[in-house]
């Protein structure tokens, strides 16, 4: 497949690298854009070489938001019988691999709630993270409000969402949002280096950590603990828990078959 608004490779074939490319409106998050998004994400999720994925942007911008100029004419009507943001923003969900946000510059409005809808966030020193909806009269509208003070408390989610005032990399890192800081030049090579990582482990097991992690959004704790010990005993019928095991007792590199 053909893309318009973004642009798609892999990475040592086992890495998807999703990089959004409206460089002119600083990858504002076009319906079509999330489109393709979510096809490209879909694909990578169905293709078993692919371990991890990749999002990022450029460096000015990971996404200053959605595209103000599509929605600024919208109406209720427009957005509520086109179930605008759950049709295409809600893809990103059902991805069962890992997806890594690589964010430099802006991450703003939509942009931040898409890094914060990735399983976890990469930030180059530059980078700026907000919810600025308050400023053109409406609410964040992809889970801003829930995602936000889940990561960085009430307070901040807050002052975040109330002023529409951004906050930098050290800022985001302190509360909570991002996993770690890195130099602009080195965001890619560390982003891919922690994707390699993951990718060497058992993709069963990967795929485990992340549902059980995400369950600890949904349930309370005794169910999430449930949850995780199921899992957890599930995976003693793999042969990849076996083959990692047997590697550690035996002092020798796992060789994990994805089984
Ligand atoms: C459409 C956008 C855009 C956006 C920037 N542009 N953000 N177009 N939608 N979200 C366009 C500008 O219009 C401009 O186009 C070009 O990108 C460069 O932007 P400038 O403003 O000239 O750049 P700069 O002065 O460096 O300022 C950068 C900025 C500012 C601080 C990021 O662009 C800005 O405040 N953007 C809007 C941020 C925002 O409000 N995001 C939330 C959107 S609402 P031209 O043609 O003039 O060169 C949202 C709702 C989410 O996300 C709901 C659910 C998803």
């Not at 770690?180 to 482990?201: F, G, Q």
């Not at 047997?246 to 020798?252: E, G, L, M, Q, Y």
Request: hydrophobic share 45%; charged share 20%; net charge negative.
């Amino acid at each position: 497949m053909t893309y318009e608004f973004i642009q798609v490779h892999t990475e040592a074939d086992k890495i998807g690298v999703i990089t959004l490319n409206r460089p002119k409106q600083l990858n504002a998050l076009s319906p079509d854009l999330m489109v393709e998004l979510g096809a490209a994400m879909t694909a990578f999720d169905a293709d078993a070489a692919i371990g991890c994925i990749i999002i990022t942007g450029s460096e000015k911008a990971f996404a200053a938001g959605a595209d103000i100029g599509a929605m600024a004419t919208f109406t209720f009507a427009d957005v509520y019988k086109n179930d605008y943001i759950t049709k295409h923003w809600e893809t990103i969900r059902s991805i069962r691999k890992p997806v890594i946000a690589a964010v430099s510059g802006f991450a703003l409005g939509g942009g931040c709630e898409l890094a914060m809808m990735c399983d976890f966030i990469i930030a180059a020193d530059n980078a700026r993270f907000g919810q600025p909806e308050i400023k053109l009269g409406i609410i964040p509208g992809a889970g801003g409000t829930q995602r936000l003070p889940r990561s960085v408390g009430k307070s901040k989610a807050m002052d975040l969402v109330l002023t529409g005032r951004m906050m930098n990399a050290d800022e985001a890192e302190r509360a909570g949002l991002v996993s770690r800081i890195v130099p602009l030049d080195k965001l890619m090579e560390e982003t891919l280096a922690a994707a390699l990582m993951i990718c060497s482990y058992s993709q069963i097991a990967v795929m485990a950590a992340k549902e059980s992690v995400n369950r600890s959004f949904e349930s309370g704790l005794s169910d999430g603990v449930m949850f995780e010990r199921r899992i957890f005993h599930a995976l003693f019928a793999t042969q990849d828990q076996k083959e990692g095991m047997d590697a550690f007792v035996n002092k020798r590199p796992a060789d994990f078959k994805h089984q």
